[in-house]
Every structure is written in structure tokens, then in C-alpha cells.
């Protein structure tokens, strides 16, 4: 099999990356040491940012009072795990850098968020406001998913601001393009999407948790049963046709479960908000699945 040497490959690099760092030998620590006694002293480098493979994304500059769930205070450098609401207060600002890809966003209070959820670049806004910034993190076909009660905002590389207040969403952008996926009842997003410079859309509703994660179900529903169709086409084009339906469904269901993620965040009562906390949690595990289904071999018997 082809896995096996690019496994090799990978465990190789994987061992590299953790080698301690081993001293040089005698001859070449006392070569150098002329050269280096002549030489002017040399001020060190400030430390890099160094972001772990198995952290969702870090907290790189904090300004202003920011708490996590259990009331810890949020500190710089704070390890995120993609499962952790942040609370900021007036005025407090969170820049969080993405592990994986350097992408940065910053938060800004008074306002409630989930950054890097499940370790993804996406991030859920209950309220308050998040900054991105253009040029970091930037790679082919890779997204940002900024989730809102009202909808969910995606771009590739932007400079935008997209403030979530109590009954509207307001999105200024200077610099890229946005595209939305829009909740039930939201208006006042571009059908053609947003671009820059000085693009401003305001999207206005009256944010429903339950109406979402109900909308969320039917959506991950459909997404489910798209992907079993899939699996039971014809190969060439009717299944070519199934995919691309699949990969609609499938970006509407992810979209209006993380927009009801967001709007569930608001509920103040504990016992609905768990209520529809454990409802969102089986729809979103359901459009991420696929169902049992017949696969049609070449001579078209189901196998």
C-alpha cells in the first residue's frame, strides 16, 4: 500500500519536531569560540508564539477583563480549546490566533463568545463584536465561519467587523469579500455577498433559539439522508449530480446549527438552555454522519 511510506514519512518528521536539543560536539564549540569572543554581544529575540498541534487556538493578547465559563480569569497565552464561551466586559479586547493556520480575529466586549469551536476556524457569537483581520491564516479554499443568531458570515481573507447586538447584526467590511447563510426570517444581507471597501450590511430579526435548533434538525436531517443518496447513485454523473446536492445540504445544516449554537447561548433559563443545548448536540452529530445505504455495484445490483 501507498500509506505506509507516507506514514514512515510522518512519524520521521513528527520525532524530529520533539528531539531535544543536543549540544555541539567539542571540536566545533571551540572553533567557534574565537570568532564569537571578537564578535559585538547580540541582544535575544523575543520569544516566538509557539502553538501546540493539540490546542484549538490561544488567547495571544488580552486588554480588559475576559473570563472563561467558570470564572477564571482569561490570561495571555491562555491555551482555548474550542469548547470554552469567553465573557468580556466593556471595552475588553481578546486577540485569539487559530494553532494550526496563524489565523487571528479579535474579540471585543461587552459580549459573549466560542472561539476555534471544536477546533475548527469558527467562531460563535452570542453578542459583542469580532474584528478579523486580512493577510493571516490565508490558504486555498480555507474559511472563517463567524456564527451569529442571525446567521453565519464566511470569508477567505477579509478585513471586516461584524457586530452582533440584541435584535440586529451589523457587518462593515474594508478589504475581501463575505459571503452569508442567512437563519429563518433574517433580511439585509446582499444576495451577492459583501465586498469592500466601506461595505456595510445591517441583518435584522427576532432571534428564536428553539425555531433554530428545530430549523437546524430539519437541516441536518435532509443533510443526512442526501448522503445515503449519494452512496446509492449510479457512479458518474447521477452521483457527480447527488454530491453537489450533498455539499448544499450539508453547508446549510452546518451553518444553521452553529447560528443556533450561538442563539442557545442567550437563553437564560438553564434548564431550556440544556434543554436545547442536548437537541443541537444530536442534529449537529447527525449532518456529520452518513446512513446505511446500498451501494449499487458497476453491473447496477445493489450490494
Known amino acids: 500500500m501507498r500509506r505506509a511510506p507516507v506514514l514512515a514519512a510522518a512519524l520521521v518528521a513528527w520525532a524530529c519536531d520533539r528531539e531535544p536539543n543536543r ?6 564549540t571551540r572553533a567557534s569560540a574565537p570568532s564569537a569572543a571578537l564578535s559585538e554581544p547580540v541582544p535575544p529575540a523575543p520569544a516566538p508564539v509557539v502553538l501546540q498541534r493539540d490546542v484549538a487556538c490561544r488567547a495571544l493578547r488580552v486588554r480588559g477583563e475576559a473570563r472563561t465559563e467558570d470564572g477564571a480569569a482569561l490570561v495571555e497565552r491562555a491555551v482555548l480549546d ?18 494550526r493556520s496563524g489565523r487571528e480575529v479579535t474579540l471585543v466586549g461587552p459580549g459573549r463568545f466560542l472561539p476555534c469551536r471544536g477546533g475548527t ?31 453565519t458570515l464566511r470569508y477567505g481573507d477579509a478585513a471586516l467587523t461584524a457586530e452582533v447586538q440584541e435584535k440586529d447584526l451589523r457587518v462593515t467590511i474594508e478589504r475581501g469579500a463575505l459571503a452569508a447563510e442567512l437563519a429563518p426570517g ?15 450590511a445591517v441583518l435584522t430579526s427576532a432571534p428564536d433559539a428553539a425555531g433554530l435548533v428545530a430549523a437546524c434538525e430539519t437541516a441536518a436531517r435532509e443533510a443526512h439522508e442526501s448522503a445515503a443518496r449519494v452512496l446509492a447513485a449510479r457512479s458518474g454523473p447521477p452521483r457527480g449530480s447527488e454530491a453537489g446536492k450533498h455539499l448544499v445540504l450539508r453547508r446549510r445544516a452546518r451553518s ?16 431550556a438552555r440544556s434543554r436545547l443545548g442536548d437537541q443541537l448536540d444530536r442534529a449537529d452529530g447527525l449532518w456529520q454522519t452518513i446512513a446505511r445505504a446500498p451501494v449499487p455495484d458497476p453491473s447496477g445490483s445493489a450490494r
Do not use: Y
Not at 549540544?23 to 566545533?28: I, T, Y
Not at 453578542?127 to 493577510?135: D, N, R, S, V
Not at 433574517?186 to 456595510?200: E, S
Open 256 to 271: 444553521l446549527c452553529a447560528s443556533a449554537a450561538a442563539s442557545v447561548a442567550r437563553v437564560a433559563d438553564p434548564a
Open 23 to 28: 549540544p555541539l560536539p567539542a571540536e566545533s
Open 186 to 200: 433574517v433580511q439585509g444581507f446582499p444576495a451577492k455577498g459583501l465586498t469592500g471597501p466601506n461595505g456595510r
Open 82 to 99: 474550542g469548547g470554552t464561551w469567553l465573557t468580556l466586559s466593556n471595552e475588553a479586547r481578546v486577540v485569539v490566533v487559530h494553532a
Open 121 to 151: 476556524e469558527q467562531f460563535l457569537v452570542a453578542e459583542g463584536t469580532l474584528e478579523g483581520a486580512a493577510g493571516t491564516g490565508v490558504r486555498p479554499g480555507a474559511e472563517v465561519w463567524i456564527a451569529t443568531p442571525f446567521g
